[in-house]
């Protein structure tokens, strides 16, 4: 059996954990999370994404399920500024050096984790993401589309970026949209968890575009960003995208956006894919789309029913059952995380960022 990565799969790690119900009465963090989660907190059941996300045991056993898999830990969703939003700092490093903690202690289970950011106080997020990396020896950074409704491409958070491209690891981009945003105007808030199965990937998509034409981009070529759920709409709409930003180039300009150095699609293509959509349609069309190289194996666990088997064994038959070439699917189950994360798939000796 193959070796398989697990780029993007999450964790609630116990401090951290503790510290953000000791939060809830003073914060949103509860309408922000997945709508499965919100109902579910007391773990009771041992199969349950709760559970899996909070209780190593509980994790391990599904882990075991599936051989040759290891896992990139990321914090499970909302992001720290939402959890806390008057300490989000002190958060994010508690969050931080538990991860490290966790990938010192298993290395057998977890290949690496990646940081997160207390991205609502930027320079605090800097700092804290230099000691992450410098320090810790996380091998990433998960960030969300919007900081509590901010747009990633402001100039407070170029740092980031800057420190990402200096490193040259990657940054996971994680859908942010909770209930409050409705589906439309004349409501309040979003029916039939539509903000979250249809919000997300939208969020998603709408980050990338404002990564791409404000010029992060071609400032930092080298960035390395996975976008959550296979690309979000890029692949599937690449055809409409071309169309029209061929046709809206002159409008653009005539708005003071300035022209890309490159074809506009070059830069959608640099992105980079999980295979957390779960089919080999999808997955396939991500393929086409950003190249076998850019599509790196992520599960999204353990947010099913099943306390992340469920996606664990979907995504998989997805990749094995699709039309890839055998050497490509390799690069999708482990090979592409090494060259993407700058880490050995097969070792648990860990490259220190150049």
Known sequence: MDHRIDVFCHILPPRFEKAKWERVEKSHFVQHSPVQMKYIQSGKDPRSAYACLTDLDARFRVMDE???????????TPAVETVAPDDSEYIAKVLN???AELVQKYPQRFVGAVASLPMDKPDAAARELERSIRDLRLIGVQIFSN???????LPEFRP?????SRYDLPILLHPARSKSRPDYLSETQSKYFIWQVLGWPVETSVASFRLVFSGILDDYPNLRIIL???GAMLPFFAGRIEMLYNNFQPLMESEGVARLKRPVMDYFRSFYADTSTFTSGSIGCAADFFGPDHILFGTDAPYDAEGGTLSIRASTAAVENGSLSGPDKEKVFWRNFGTVFRQSAVSDTRNAPG
């Open 97 to 99: 050096d538990e991860l």
């Open 160 to 164: 980031i970026f800057e420190i990402m």
């Open 66 to 76: 599936f051989e040759n898999y290891r896992q990139v830990i990321s914090v499970g």
């Open 228 to 230: 959550h759920h296979t």
């Open 147 to 153: 900081v509590n409704g901010k747009p990633l491409d």
